[in-house]
T-cell receptor, first 114, second 113 residues
Framework: DTGVSQDPRHKITKRGQNVTFRCDPISEHNRLYWYRQTLGQGPEFLTYFQNEAQLEKSRLLSDRFSAERPKGSFSTLEIQRTEQGDSAMYLC????????????FGQGTRLTVV | GESVGLHLPTLSVQEGDNSIINCAYSNSASDYFIWYKQESGKGPQFIIDIRSNMDKRQGQRVTVLLNKTVKHLSLQIAATQPGDSAVYFCAENRVGNTGKLIFGQGTTLQVKP
């Protein structure tokens, strides 16, 4: 499968615990995005990487959230001290660097904080 | 403010009929639009896109229309099939920007057999 891969698909965690999600983009894609989607809503932008550089972060990304893309390939999104409001689908997407390049989404990681 | 939104949360059509899903945007600076389809438990899937210098673009069974005068975007699906049942989102992507997408709230398309 050469699409965007996310792991795990589902995560249930207790409030206050830390969680980490992984995204493997399409291999030749320079751009990588993280989005969050709650039930009934469209995805909301969280952060963007161009190669290994994190170039933009949304105000939605509180200081409990951190994302990395150390080698410009896979990326991780960590949430520290999870809260119930963090429960959502976390989507990763990747695209080529060219303008108007189609963004391909992964299947997402469904996080439930109990 | 900036928003990309859809007019109706749910659209129910008969199998074989044509579907029209609408979207309004508020920022006249927007210059690139994309329609995504999202099935339950899956990530959004690209359907079709259109640049602001175009009024219409056609794909396989789908057509996107852009009316910049009233800031309106629509997705037409011909001969709707049960497999078209999903949530449809329009998204805005500004050329020269980082490529991040601003999504609307989505329209759920239900296809009745």
């Amino acid at each position: 499968d050469t699409g965007v891969s996310q792991d795990p698909r589902h995560k249930i965690t207790k409030r206050g615990q830390n969680v980490t999600f992984r995204c493997d983009p399409i291999s030749e894609h320079n751009r990588l995005y993280w989005y969050r989607q709650t039930l009934g809503q469209g995805p909301e932008f969280l952060t963007y990487f161009q190669n290994e550089a994190q170039l933009e972060k949304s105000r939605l990304l509180s200081d409990r959230f951190s994302a990395e893309r150390p080698k410009g390939s896979f990326s991780t999104l960590e949430i520290q001290r999870t809260e119930q409001g963090d429960s959502a689908m976390y989507l990763c997407a990747s695209s080529l660097l060219q303008e108007e390049s189609e963004a391909f989404f992964g299947q997402g990681t469904r996080l439930t904080v109990v | 403010g900036e928003s990309v939104g859809l007019h109706l949360p749910t659209l129910s059509v008969q199998e074989g009929d044509n579907s029209i899903i609408n979207c309004a945007y508020s920022n006249s600076a927007s210059d690139y639009f994309i329609w995504y389809k999202q099935e339950s438990g899956k990530g959004p899937q690209f359907i079709i896109d259109i640049r602001s210098n175009m009024d219409k673009r056609q794909g396989q069974r789908v057509t996107v229309l852009l009316n910049k005068t009233v800031k309106h975007l629509s997705l037409q699906i011909a001969a709707t099939q049960p497999g078209d049942s999903a949530v449809y989102f329009c998204a805005e992507n500004r050329v020269g920007n980082t490529g991040k997408l601003i999504f609307g709230q989505g329209t759920t398309l239900q296809v009745k057999p």
